[in-house]
């Protein structure tokens, strides 16, 4: 159970999760919020490439629970920096090695879908992963590593949505940004299929996790799945603009942009949230709609 003199570090604090993270935890814990990127006052740089660096914070704070959210999640940055890309996806989770054998300390990390390789339409726990694109290797690197650690919550997540206007990178504030500079007609692609995952409801997830003592591999989507295509169409009708429309197109169309392999399918289901009672999340299109209007997006 985590009290509230309990201390817990977050790592990557400063990105689209870690602003869930960090509402849901603070007020029920002494939160120590890192990042190398210091987007908010309440953010102390902590780089988790640096073991030197690691080790000496840990023991400067001693935390109670680790939430290790730190890693590049750039696909196409991945792809051409693989060296950066496993120093911080995967190695980073052994420097924190030492303090966790130690101290027996809970230790979340957060996965992806992009670990398998979409030859299935719906992966659950128990599937095979076989990561295509060098963010997926260096991501189930630090999954293998992580499993080293008795209580780890491996935490597998979807396409996340969250953080707002300023600090989600990914689709949702994309396909929002051409609305915004005025495009009517969206390109998207309809042939790759995944789960939205909420930020707000993933932070909920890992934080009964580490609340109820359950540790594990645990996929953290919304319910449901569709093409990127499905999703953007639905975004649009839930901020009200009907005077967009999405046109459908391949990935081929992007493959000058978007360069990394990514898998036909992506969608996930929580089996193991659903089997412990904890699967606190929602169909994906409430949680659209939810963060429609849960920002002032400047349409
Ligand atoms: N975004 C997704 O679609 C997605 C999907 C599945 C899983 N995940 C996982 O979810 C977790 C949270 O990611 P997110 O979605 O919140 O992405 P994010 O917004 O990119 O957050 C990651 C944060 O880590 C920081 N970071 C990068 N290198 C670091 C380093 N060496 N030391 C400390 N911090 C560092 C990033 O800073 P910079 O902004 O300066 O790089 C960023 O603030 C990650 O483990 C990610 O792999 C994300």
Redesign the pocket.
């Known amino acids: 159970m985590i009290r509230k003199t309990d201390t817990v570090l977050i790592?990557?604090?400063?990105?689209?999760?870690?602003?869930g993270v960090y509402k849901r935890f603070t007020g029920n814990a002494n939160v120590f919020a890192?990042?190398?990127?210091l987007?908010e006052a309440w953010l102390t740089h902590?780089?988790?490439?640096?073991k030197a660096q690691v080790e000496q914070y840990l023991e400067e704070i001693r935390p109670d629970y680790i939430v290790?959210?730190?890693?590049?999640?750039?696909m196409e940055y991945c792809e051409t920096h693989p060296d950066d890309a496993e120093?911080?996806?995967a190695d980073?989770v052994a420097y924190f090695a030492p303090y966790v054998e130690t101290h027996g300390t809970p230790f979340v990390?957060?996965?992806?879908?992009?670990i398998f390789d979409g030859k299935k339409d719906v992966y659950d726990e128990d599937d095979e992963p076989h990561p295509l694109s060098v963010?997926g290797k260096t991501?189930y690197g630090?999954e293998i590593n992580v499993k080293k650690y008795p209580k780890h919550v491996v935490a597998?997540?979807?396409?996340?949505?969250?953080?707002g206007p300023i600090?989600?990178?990914?689709?949702i504030n994309k396909i929002i940004k051409q609305v915004r500079s005025g495009a009517k007609e969206l390109f998207v692609v309809d042939d790759k299929l995944g789960t939205p995952?909420y930020?707000y409801d993933l932070a909920n997830i890992l934080y009964t996790l580490l609340d109820q003592e359950q540790y594990g591999v645990f996929h953290g989507v919304c319910e449901g799945g569709g093409s990127r295509a499905e999703i953007a169409r639905f975004l649009m009708e839930s901020l009200g603009r009907k005077d967009v429309t999405v046109t459908e197109v391949g990935s081929d169309y992007f493959k000058s942009t978007y360069f990394a392999p990514r898998p036909r399918s992506e969608k996930m289901v929580n089996r193991h949230l659903h089997d412990l009672g904890l699967n606190l999340t929602r169909d994906w299109h409430d949680a659209v709609e939810d963060y429609a209007h849960k920002f002032d997006w400047g349409l």
Do not use: P, Q
């Not at 290790?68 to 750039?74: F, I, P, R, S, V």
């Open positions: 790592t990557g604090c400063g990105g689209m999760l870690g602003e890192t990042d190398i990127d987007n902590l780089d988790v490439r640096d290790h959210l730190a890693a590049l999640t750039d120093a911080t996806n980073s990390y957060i996965c992806t879908a992009g963010y991501k630090g597998r997540a979807g396409w996340m949505m969250g953080g600090k989600d990178k990914k689709f995952c930020t």
